[in-house]
């Protein structure tokens, strides 16, 4: 790849980038949105009583809550107007707060006391509660008591309609964390199942692992925050629990990750972030189990965490990725494309789209139910999206980095231990090999006959002609053989593994038919003929190898002293 091609690469990937960015953020957001005709949303005309408070007539999406206090109590009334729709429902949100609702005085639906007189955590709760007529005017009171200190500082929208526009309604606003924490989940599937297939033909890689690791917990994280599970199940507590946990334990996956992939880089950094990684998510979970501390109190000990953990690793990623970068390019298996800034690339958008995900919290936090184009797009999302997109791509460039670096390392190999002309094992790759021999061997040692005649009358092309000819009905005459080189000018060697008491004169005898058929066949200027000793590694009682291959040469002189007499 050209330096002018690289360049190009650079340039289009960020544009890449930019433009998905703006067709996700357009897919996620209201623009989309087909409002149904049954939804409207309860807004003004509240009364609110809180603690001594008390105000009337006005708007939840003017009203903040300071300072809220685990056992306070926020009582909201107002009145449903009347409606001619089928299935009424009335739809909200609570987070830490039980939750009774009560119809003209009569109360219909009740949550999270139960938790609460247990001392757990009352979980987020989508309600999708079921009214019995909406025909006439009804009036309404929601009755929230606060289980923990960090809860919200404002309410969450009230809605009414039927049932099945208003969980349309909740798909549509949330339809790229649908999109985008499908996807994530189902890529870390075929990504275990890719590591349980490596792990089966004994290929292990546990960046592939940590890869999956990553996608399962940010996928189970975008559908747990995003409600998407609440719509489909009951199980509230089990999938407030998903989002915590799977919150808590991103920063352990990325640090997996990293360790892996650069393990000498920050070595006593990454082993300190690993260690506090590990450790926080196992210390939450117990204080959470002895009911001590709530697994949604932590929130903020984590982004603290992470935010440490990003300042102190990135600095030596990226000095590490361009070090590595000067030195590959100087390298003679350098493609253009390293791999390790896809990876770091994709760590940085990460950061990116994190922050401005806070952002976006902080701003809706004080004007909570402001609506604006980016209202429904989570930007987390959208960056986890990325940083396993770009995973992949590392995976993709690693592997063809890999492939190249071992072609280059088996060519360079071949040119040191092949020779060049016959193809065969040269001296050095033969005597390697046969060190690695373990018994029964048999080692069969061979002379072309009359190839300095031919050199010196015919000239040295027809002598290499006459050794290429020979080697390859050596091979032919050997197939059996696990070691067949050519160990100098017309000297050859041949070893066989496992060998029947046999073999070796039946395979010199059908060498010798071989060069017989050939010879009479051939208008060739040399004819061939060779001489061949060999032996057996049992021959020798201590079973040195360099013994029992001496025995074979000797054997092989005697036979070739025998063909020049």
Request: charged share 20%; proline share 2%; net charge neutral.
């Amino acid at each position: 790849m050209s330096k002018q091609n690289g360049r190009k690469n650079t340039i289009m990937f960020p544009l890449l980038l930019l433009l998905i960015t703006v067709i996700l953020t357009v897919f996620g957001s209201a623009l989309f949105i087909d409002p149904a005709t049954s939804v409207s949303r309860l807004d003004k005309g509240w009364s609110v009583t809180y603690g001594d408070l008390t105000y009337s007539d006005v708007s939840l999406s003017e009203l903040t809550f300071d300072n809220l206090k685990k056992g306070d109590l926020i009582t909201i009334s107002n009145t449903i107007p009347a409606r001619d729709i089928y299935s009424p429902t009335l739809m909200f949100k609570s987070i830490s707060a039980t939750v009774d609702v009560m119809v003209d005085g009569t109360y219909i639906y009740s949550f999270g006391h139960l938790y609460d007189d247990m001392k757990k955590m009352v979980p987020k709760k989508l309600h999708l509660i079921a009214l019995d007529d909406m025909t006439s005017a009804h009036s309404l009171t929601i009755m929230l008591k606060i289980t923990d200190n960090n809860a919200s500082r404002y309410l969450n929208p009230i809605y009414t309609g039927n049932r099945r526009e208003l969980i349309r309604n909740i798909l549509q606003q949330q339809r790229l964390s649908v999109f985008i924490g499908g996807f994530l989940m189902m890529y870390a599937c075929l990504q275990i199942s890719l590591e349980i297939y490596l792990f089966l033909t004994r290929q292990k890689n546990n960046t592939m692992l940590y890869g999956a690791f990553i996608s399962l917990t940010f996928g189970f994280y975008t559908y747990a925050c995003r409600d998407i599970f609440s719509i489909t199940t009951d199980n509230d507590y089990f999938f407030s629990m998903v989002e915590y946990i799977s919150l808590y334990l991103l920063p352990l996956s990325i640090s997996l990750l990293f360790h892996s992939t650069h393990p000498k880089v920050a070595f006593f950094q990454q082993r300190i972030i690993l260690i506090v990684n590990i450790i926080a998510p196992v210390i939450y979970c117990i204080l959470h189990a002895a009911n001590i501390v709530h697994l949604n109190a932590f929130i903020s000990h984590i982004k603290i965490i992470c935010l440490v953990e990003t300042i102190v690793i990135t600095p030596p990623l990226v000095a590490n990725t361009l070090k590595t970068h000067r030195e590959k390019v100087k390298s003679e298996t350098y493609t253009d494309v390293d791999a390790d800034y896809y990876l770091l690339i994709g760590f940085v958008i990460l950061i990116f789209f994190a922050l401005v995900e806070i952002a976006k919290s902080t701003l809706d936090r004080l004007h909570p139910y402001s609506i604006n184009f980016f209202s429904n797009t989570s930007f987390l999302t959208i960056g986890a999206l990325y940083f396993v997109v770009c995973l992949f791509i590392y995976y993709f460039f690693h592997g063809i980095d890999h492939m190249n670096t071992q072609f280059l390392k088996e060519h360079l190999e071949g040119l040191a231990y092949t020779d060049s002309l016959t193809g065969l094992m040269n001296r050095a790759k033969c005597m390697q090999s046969l060190a690695s021999l373990s018994s029964p061997y048999a080692i069969v040692s061979l002379d072309m006959d009359r190839l300095k005649f031919i050199n010196d009358n015919y000239g040295h092309n027809e002598g290499d002609k006459m050794i290429k000819t020979f080697a390859d009905l050596l091979t032919k005459a050997f197939d059996k053989a696990s070691i067949v080189g050519r160990t100098g000018g017309d000297e050859f060697l041949v070893a066989i593994e496992n060998p029947s008491a046999t073999i070796c004169d039946e395979s010199i005898q059908t060498l010798n038919r071989l060069m017989s058929d050939f010879n009479k066949s051939s208008s060739e200027k040399f004819t061939l003929s060779a001489s061949a000793g060999y032996a057996y590694s049992y021959e020798d009682k201590d079973g040195k190898l360099e013994n029992v291959f001496y025995l074979a040469d000797a054997r092989m002189y005697k036979i070739k002293e025998a063909h020049h007499d």
